[in-house]
């Protein structure tokens, strides 16, 4: 970003991304003043998300322009490019010049499979903290982590206070504090049940039942990655 072009956001998109932890921080980075938000994939094929929303993406790794800053959401989709060299080059190659780089969710693996969090204090969904010591992360419960120019939160809707805290951080608390009163965001749960340590033990486990198949593979190839096998 200078004084004669706005600051630069590259989306990453990808088949089985968690849209929520697209739109949601998608929604208060474009209203940012002076930003430029673009959606990247591997092609400019539509791309479908976790559960059938379809997203077109504006531009490729190869043609994406300068980037400013960087955000990766999560989903199961991940699971498919943590060896995905294409994608991980692009995030090595791009976080060298970024201003800063986040992730969203599970995203922080993708971050992690590429190098980035080595030697940083991050976060994640809470069913997929315990992998990021496999990556060289320390890993931080935490709905938003900032360690240095990396910033990460946990699951889903922590990516709208992961984006709310980029935008202070560089415009000042004033406009992120417009921002989040223009969206009405003002949460009132009906439940407090939305972390593992306030949910009832009988819905931990139902969510990690339900997701037991494909954590299990997310742990496999995690840990081969550690091994040095991928």
């Keep these: 970003m200078t004084q004669d072009s706005p600051l630069s956001i590259g989306m990453i998109l990808f088949d089985g991304a968690t849209q929520l932890d697209l739109t949601g921080p ?9 930003t430029q938000v673009t959606l990247i994939a591997a092609t400019l094929a539509p791309v479908r998300t976790e559960w059938g929303l379809t997203i077109v993406p504006e531009a490729t790794f190869a043609n994406a322009p300068p980037l400013d800053v960087i955000c990766v959401p999560g989903g199961w989709g991940i699971n498919a490019l943590l060896t995905d060299e294409a994608l991980l080059g692009f995030l ?19 971050l992690g499979a590429a190098g980035l969090l080595r030697g940083y204090r991050a976060t994640t969904h809470w069913m997929s903290l315990d992998l990021l ?11 938003v982590v900032r360690d240095r120019n ?7 809707t922590a990516g ?38 306030k949910a009832p033990e009988s819905v931990r486990t139902a969510v990690s039942t339900a997701s037991a198949s494909a954590l299990a593979q997310r742990r496999s190839i995690v840990e081969s990655i550690a091994r040095g096998e991928s």
């Design 133 to 143: 010591p496999m990556f060289g992360a320390t890993p931080v419960q935490q709905r």
């Design 92 to 110: 090595r190659a791009r976080s060298e010049s970024a201003r800063w780089v986040m992730s969203v969710c599970s995203g922080a693996l993708l």
């Design 26 to 34: 998608y929604e208060i980075l474009a209203r940012m003043p002076r």
């Design 160 to 197: 709208i206070d992961l984006s709310l805290t980029l935008a202070s951080e560089i415009f000042g608390a004033p406009v992120a504090q417009a921002i989040q009163l223009a969206i009405e965001y003002d949460p009132a749960p009906p439940f407090d049940s939305g972390s593992p340590g």
């Design 150 to 156: 990396r910033i990460t939160c946990a699951g889903v």
